[in-house]
């Protein structure tokens, strides 16, 4: 009788299997019986190490997220002390990543789990919002930092999907700099009218 896949091979065989479904065809295509087809086991025995499919979703989602901490944190090695310069480098590393791997960045953007948020995303999640903020040195407040990269990112979203209706080879890092240029601007302006 063959030996039965232990946990973590089903887990490793699941999670590159799911990863080549999702860069293929999306997060929509994944399919249980398939995948468990793929790690040697049943699909009773899938739900057992993932929970269920949106299991599969969110630690695929977790890889990629890490991967995007990684990316972002190698963009600010380069990247000098200046904090535009650093704000810059986290733009361009945010739009890189969404635009090389675009089904990676749908599904991290889309597939809801039904429960709460994994521990471990959120700390990842946390983690990003770390290094936005060390790329400051820390003196804007938390909600314009937030206020600021929700704007990037939906100059990301817009470009990833398509949509931006101004779309022009090269535009995307223009729109992503005046988004920076002004919030720098305001920075400023907050902290000249904080020290009167």
Not at 27 to 48: E, F, K, P, Q
Not at 145 to 160: F, I, K, P, Q
Request: hydrophobic share 45%; with cysteine.
């Amino acid at each position: 009788m063959p030996k039965r896949p232990s946990r973590d091979v089903i887990r490793e065989k699941t999670l590159h299997a799911a990863l080549a479904v999702v860069d293929e065809s999306g997060h929509a295509a994944l399919n249980a019986r398939s995948l468990a087809a793929t790690a040697g086991c049943s699909v009773g025995t899938l739900y057992n190490v993932f929970g269920d499919l949106d299991g599969v979703v969110s630690a695929l989602n977790l890889q990629t997220v890490k991967a995007l901490r990684q990316t972002l944190s190698d963009a600010l090695d380069g990247a000098g002390k200046e904090p535009y310069a650093r704000l810059s480098a986290l733009a361009d590393a945010y739009f890189d990543f969404a635009q090389d791997a675009p089904r990676r960045w749908e599904a991290l953007f889309r597939a809801r789990a039904k429960g709460p948020v994994d521990g471990m995303v959120r700390e990842e999640g946390d983690a990003l919002f770390a290094l936005l903020k060390e790329s400051v040195g820390g003196a804007v407040p938390d909600d314009a930092l937030l206020a600021l990269w929700a704007a990037v990112h939906g100059v990301v979203e817009l470009a990833t999907q398509q949509h931006l209706i101004y779309h022009a080879s090269g535009s995307e890092r223009r729109y992503l700099r005046f988004i920076l240029d002004a919030a720098m601007k305001g920075f400023a302006a907050d902290s000249a009218s904080a020290g009167r």
